[in-house]
């Protein structure tokens, strides 16, 4: 079975959003202290069945995306409440942006937090040490599918590259189903294939999925 991460596809139709304190409060992502608030960012007013205030570690989705999941019997997740929260912007500027607008009129949206947690399989998987400027150190996962942004000569600009999977590397966990995350890499949510087949089935907007590995059937 294949490892799945979620991941943003910055699809800019959608409605964006920051998260109030910013990523990684205190305790995560083992305790969710409070719950997030969102400030909706200038774009876009469309709210996709996913938000991403968080650089994929946090996942806000429609109440649609919530009852498909738990009607399937998806584990591994709770749905907690979501909070929002005005820009402090001046109202003149805001009023010319589209952008999402309070008292909130959209699908009602839950935290998808995960619950589920496991470990990689350190002989199995490919991972990388690399070291930081301040001697502690960090795993990158070697062969895993990624995105590059490359400077394209011909167009003279910037352009996202999309790099496959590398057979036979990336990242191997221990057998699992549903939704989790991997405690060497704690900012990311993973799931299974069958949770991405139902996400993409249901065709939900706003989410994408890199292959990172496979999942152990034992």
């Not at 699809?11 to 205190?26: I, K, L, P």
Request: aromatic share 12%; net charge negative.
């Amino acid at each position: 079975m294949k490892l799945w991460r979620f991941t943003d596809p910055f699809d800019y139709r959608f409605a964006r959003a920051g998260r109030v304190g910013g990523t990684w409060q205190d305790g995560e992502y083992k305790i969710r202290a409070r719950n997030i608030v969102l400030d909706w960012e200038s774009g876009s007013d469309i709210v996709g069945d996913f938000t991403w205030p968080g650089f994929d570690t946090d996942l806000v989705v429609t109440d649609g995306v919530g009852q498909a999941l738990q009607e399937s019997g998806v584990a591994g997740f709770d749905l907690r409440p979501v909070e929002m929260q005005e820009s402090a912007e001046p109202a003149k500027r805001r009023s010319k942006k589209s952008r999402v607008k309070l008292p909130y009129e959209g699908p009602p949206l839950w935290d998808l937090w995960v619950t589920a947690w496991t470990a990689s399989d350190r002989e199995l998987s490919t991972l990388h040490e690399v070291l930081r400027d301040d001697g502690s150190s960090q795993l990158e996962v070697v062969g895993a599918q990624r995105w590059e942004r490359v400077w394209d000569q011909q167009r003279m600009e910037l352009v996202s590259v999309l790099h496959p999977r590398v057979e036979g590397q990336a990242l191997v966990v221990p057998k699992m189903r549903g939704v989790f995350r991997v405690e060497e890499f704690p900012a990311w949510v993973f799931c299974t294939d069958d949770v991405k087949a139902l996400i993409e089935n249901h065709d939900f907007k706003n989410v994408s999925f890199l292959e990172m590995g496979d999942v152990l059937d034992r």
